[in-house]
């Protein structure tokens, strides 16, 4: 992968090996005619290595450009001078993540059960000069629900709740580093991920069909700090980089800690005899209030809105072709998916208000 600055002035690149080997195995033992017991387990091992090159524009050596492991020589009593155009670091990650649902099944169109899962993410680097590392991501994931057909199969009911367990949650925000705008990985070292889901399906009649999904999550941050190479501007004018810790676990998930989604919609099926059949669908989809920066900042927040689609496809009576016309966004709403907060307020280093 290459890049170049803005105006030209150096050239970047990287050469990422990323190796992953895993084996896994899952059994599922009937106890009862009514107790079902699921167990498996998977081991992960990840090996990453990662090598940053960098020069002046034009291919000319870059003196100035120091990296990990960066080799250097002395131009004069405390001048040193980076001895090469590149750095490479290398990690390796190992993780066994075992896997337990028990189920119990008390009639035919009923079902109860919980589970245990352990979550991995591997780890890797960031593609900044310090060439960062972030660790792998485990989550502990609880979960307990029922899953339900009712009304002789005329309606579907299914619940669930569930607790993520989080440690090293590995977050891609986007930052001011000394007034320059990053996109970084960093770790949250402990979180919790709360959630309950529903879903409903029902047959109002033999052509048409209603469905609802409902979400709830509350989340928070446990234990959560950063560490960032800040630059300071020392009485005499002169510059320095120095590290600094910043305690975050007061900031809260993306929604204010909490957030609600919803789906909505309804599908009608028309026979059309020997021209085939007519299957029509329109959905709402209901997206929470959101803040699209790691520390809420009041000019990334993006107000909830409501998306409709429409779909009705004509299935031919040779049961081959079908078309289809459809719309999305139906109701023409302006929102914001992703964003990166680059004012001019003191976040990491200080202000630029260049940035504006």
């Not at 990296?67 to 090469?84: D, F, N, R, W, Y």
Request: aromatic share 10%; glycine share 8%; charged share 20%.
């Amino acid at each position: 992968v290459k890049c170049a600055q803005i105006f030209g002035s150096r050239n970047q690149a990287y050469d990422v090996i990323n190796e992953n080997e895993a084996v896994f195995a899952e059994l599922t033992y009937s106890l009862t005619d009514q107790w079902d017991l699921t167990v498996g387990a998977r081991y992960t091992s990840d090996d990453r290595d990662f090598t940053r090159i960098q020069t002046l524009f034009g291919g000319a050596f870059d003196p100035f450009y120091f990296c990990p492991g960066m080799p250097t020589v002395e131009l004069a009593p405390g001048v040193p001078a980076a001895a090469s155009d590149r750095c490479r670091q290398t990690v390796s990650y190992s993780k066994t993540t075992p896997r337990v649902i028990v189920s119990y099944q008390p009639s035919s169109d009923l079902m109860l059960y919980g589970s245990y899962s352990l979550g991995y993410s591997s780890g890797g680097f960031n593609q900044d000069v310090r060439m960062r590392a972030y660790l792998p991501e485990t989550a502990d994931n609880y979960e307990f629900g029922f899953k339900s057909d009712l009304m002789d199969g005329r309606l579907r009911l299914n619940a669930t709740v569930f607790s993520n367990q989080y440690e090293n949650q590995q977050l891609t925000v986007g930052r001011l580093v000394n007034g320059q705008p990053t996109a970084d990985l960093i770790n949250a070292q402990q979180a919790t991920l709360n959630g309950v889901e529903l879903e409903v399906l029902g047959r109002l009649t033999d052509q048409l069909t209603v469905t609802l999904s409902l979400g709830y999550l509350d989340g928070e941050y446990d234990e959560f700090t950063v560490i960032d190479n800040v630059t300071v501007v020392a009485e005499d004018g002169s510059l320095s980089s120095v590290e600094t810790e910043r305690d975050l676990s007061y900031i809260e998930f993306g929604n204010k800690g909490k957030n609600l989604s919803m789906d909505v919609g309804l599908l009608h099926n028309m026979n059309l005899a020997g021209a085939g059949e007519l299957v029509s669908s329109i959905g709402a989809t209901f997206k929470d209030d959101r803040y699209y920066t790691l520390e809420n900042t009041p000019s990334s927040f993006q107000p909830s809105y409501w998306l409709v689609d429409g779909r009705i496809t004509w299935f031919l009576s040779n049961g081959q072709s079908s078309l289809s016309l459809w719309g999305n966004n139906l109701t023409d709403e302006d929102y914001v998916t992703t964003m990166i907060d680059q004012a001019g307020t003191i976040q990491i280093g200080g202000t630029d208000p260049s940035l504006g």
